[in-house]
């Protein structure tokens, strides 16, 4: 997997301060790959490594986590950026003097037909409007039968079917009924063919030239390869696409075509057909694409992790405090809950810079591991509230009360405070210091 693959890479990395050029150029082969392996088109896989590689070089190491980890979550984030980003993902537009046009185009078996019904269903529910659908299909046979058949399933109305009509002409019709008969929205579906040709972009531009769609939607299989980019292309060439929508994405496929088409024609991706059924229609997601696309299951978990543990305001924050000297008991409960996320303090002590081996096995001596930060964590919610910020009003009564209160004996109690002022201590001098130490690992 990709994981294991730049785990490799980056094996050696561990501890340094950037992402250097060579680094990340090591790591971008890797990403390459996995993106060839996703199915995403040659030269897209080449314009957004290009675009990874321009953000991770440079890139400080959060030493929270691996630089493997942290390569992933920026080509992560890059992806997800390049699929449209994470906002709220791009509706339709249905606004203005009804009926207003829909039109659907892509190839043959591409979904077409499915998502009319699809969009059909979700408008006329969601949106409490008036949808009329039309079947310009006067090549397959049976075509137009399919979507009257779909409409009766889903309640939707259906242009009765007039044999013998080229597609432009029923295109008026069903703009017409449209308008006699109050409907908001015509769907309107296309033939397709298994490959692009003259006649058939024509007739595609023909039908949007009568109806004058709002929204012409490129219906393109998510399972498509490498022509993913050469169909997107031609169509967008001579229609004015306004969005695309990728069916079949409860397949097996990595969902490159995605990325693919996205990138050629620069338009929103807005729905992902997920099943055959007429509800099997979801609102894009760019964060769920990009982890598709990345691999499965391990690369998404691990990303999840890592954005997680890298939290990094919160951690420059902190740091910002620690180069003041400014470092409470609270703060360092804080600490002890983002180390118990992060693996633990046997995790991070390998991550640490100038961290040996000996130092590691004194650490785990010391009895340094889970149970202990739990126990540490204890003891500090004993304290009242001025206690944790003012430790030093910490006298013998006090002491006593809180050791009884969190199950531990005194001289526990005086250890985590004198572990915690050397803490301190050391904090201020690394954050003064650069980028060394615990500060630096917090991101500082
Ligand atoms: P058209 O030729 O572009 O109109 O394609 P159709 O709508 O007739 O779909 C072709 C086949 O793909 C049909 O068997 C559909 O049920 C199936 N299909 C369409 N969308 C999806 C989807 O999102 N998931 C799955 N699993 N099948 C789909
Ligand atoms: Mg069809």
Same mark, same amino acid.
């Given at each position: 997997?990709?994981?294991?693959? %730049?785990? *490799?890479?980056? =094996?050696?990395?561990?501890?340094?301060? $950037?992402?250097?050029?060579?680094? !990340? +150029?090591? @790591?971008? #082969?890797?990403?390459?790959?996995?993106?060839?392996?996703?199915?995403?088109?040659?030269?897209?896989?080449?314009?957004?490594?290009?675009?990874?590689?321009?953000?991770?070089?440079?890139?400080?190491?959060?030493?929270?986590?691996?630089?493997?980890?942290?390569?992933?979550?920026?080509?992560?984030?890059?992806?997800?950026?390049?699929?449209?980003?994470?906002?709220?993902?791009?509706?339709?537009?249905?606004?203005?003097?009804?009926?207003?046009?829909?039109?659907?185009?892509?190839?043959?078996?591409?979904?077409?037909?499915?998502?009319?019904?699809?969009?059909?269903?979700?408008?006329?529910?969601?949106?409490?409007?008036?949808?009329?659908?039309?079947?310009?299909?006067?090549?397959?046979?049976?075509?137009?039968?399919?979507?009257?058949? %779909?409409? *009766?399933?889903? =309640?939707?109305?259906?242009?009765?079917? $007039?044999?013998?009509?080229?597609? !432009? +002409?029923? @295109?008026? #019709?069903?703009?017409?009924?449209?308008?006699?008969?109050?409907?908001?929205?015509?769907?309107?579906?296309?033939?397709?063919?298994?490959?692009?040709?003259?006649?058939?972009?024509?007739?595609?531009?023909?039908?949007?030239?009568?109806?004058?769609?709002?929204?012409?939607?490129?219906?393109?299989?998510?399972?498509?390869?490498?022509?993913?980019?050469?169909?997107?292309?031609?169509?967008?060439?001579?229609?004015?696409?306004?969005?695309?929508?990728?069916?079949?994405?409860?397949?097996?496929?990595?969902?490159?075509?995605?990325?693919?088409?996205?990138?050629?024609?620069?338009?929103?991706?807005?729905?992902?057909?997920?099943?055959?059924?007429?509800?099997?229609?979801?609102?894009?997601?760019?964060?769920?694409?990009?982890?598709?696309? %990345?691999?499965?299951?391990?690369?998404?978990?691990?990303?999840?992790?890592?954005?997680?543990?890298?939290?990094?305001?919160? @951690?420059? #924050?902190?740091?910002?405090?620690?180069?003041?000297?400014?470092?409470?008991?609270?703060?360092?409960?804080?600490?002890?809950?983002?180390?118990?996320?992060?693996?633990?303090?046997?995790?991070?002590?390998?991550?640490?810079?100038?961290?040996?081996?000996?130092?590691?096995?004194?650490?785990?001596?010391?009895?340094?591991?889970?149970?202990?930060?739990?126990?540490?964590?204890?003891?500090?919610?004993?304290?009242?509230?001025?206690?944790?910020?003012?430790?030093?009003?910490?006298?013998?009564?006090?002491?006593?009360?809180?050791?009884?209160?969190?199950?531990?004996?005194?001289?526990?109690?005086?250890?985590?405070?004198?572990?915690?002022?050397?803490?301190?201590?050391?904090?201020?001098?690394?954050?003064?210091?650069?980028?060394?130490? %615990?500060?630096?690992?917090?991101?500082?």
């Amino acid at each position: 997997t990709l994981t294991e693959r %730049l785990g *490799g890479v980056f =094996d050696k990395l561990t501890g340094r301060g $950037v992402l250097s050029e060579k680094d !990340v +150029d090591a @790591a971008l #082969r890797e990403i390459r790959v996995a993106l060839l392996e996703a199915d995403v088109a040659l030269d897209v896989v080449k314009a957004a490594t290009k675009q990874i590689r321009e953000r991770a070089v440079g890139e400080d190491v959060i030493r929270a986590v691996s630089p493997g980890q942290q390569v992933i979550k920026i080509v992560h984030d890059a992806l997800v950026d390049l699929l449209g980003g994470e906002g709220e993902p791009v509706g339709l537009s249905l606004e203005g003097e009804p009926p207003i046009a829909i039109l659907m185009a892509g190839l043959q078996g591409s979904g077409k037909t499915t998502t009319s019904a699809k969009l059909a269903k979700r408008i006329q529910e969601t949106q409490k409007k008036k949808v009329l659908l039309a079947s310009l299909d006067t090549r397959r046979p049976a075509a137009m039968e399919q979507l009257q058949q %779909l409409a *009766g399933q889903i =309640d939707v109305a259906f242009l009765p079917i $007039v044999p013998n009509q080229r597609a !432009v +002409d029923i @295109a008026k #019709r069903a703009m017409n009924a449209g308008r006699l008969q109050g409907f908001d929205v015509v769907i309107l579906d296309t033939a397709g063919r298994t490959s692009i040709d003259e006649e058939m972009m024509a007739e595609a531009h023909d039908i949007a030239r009568v109806t004058n769609p709002r929204e012409t939607l490129l219906v393109a299989d998510a399972l498509t390869g490498q022509d993913a980019v050469e169909t997107a292309r031609r169509f967008h060439d001579r229609l004015p696409l306004t969005g695309l929508v990728l069916t079949r994405m409860d397949g097996d496929g990595r969902g490159g075509a995605a990325l693919s088409m996205r990138h050629v024609t620069g338009l929103p991706i807005k729905f992902l057909g997920v099943s055959e059924k007429p509800d099997g229609l979801d609102a894009f997601d760019a964060k769920r694409v990009a982890g598709r696309i %990345l691999g499965r299951g391990d690369i998404i978990s691990l990303v999840e992790k890592a954005a997680q543990n890298v939290d990094e305001e919160k @951690a420059a #924050r902190m740091a910002k405090k620690m180069a003041k000297g400014k470092f409470d008991l609270d703060d360092l409960r804080e600490q002890f809950s983002q180390l118990k996320t992060m693996g633990g303090l046997g995790g991070i002590m390998g991550m640490l810079p100038g961290m040996n081996k000996k130092m590691q096995a004194q650490a785990a001596a010391a009895g340094m591991d889970d149970k202990m930060l739990t126990r540490q964590e204890a003891i500090i919610l004993s304290m009242t509230k001025q206690e944790r910020a003012k430790p030093e009003i910490l006298k013998a009564s006090r002491k006593k009360r809180i050791a009884a209160g969190s199950g531990v004996q005194v001289a526990d109690v005086n250890k985590l405070i004198k572990m915690h002022r050397q803490m301190a201590d050391m904090m201020k001098k690394a954050a003064k210091g650069g980028r060394g130490g %615990l500060a630096g690992m917090m991101g500082g």
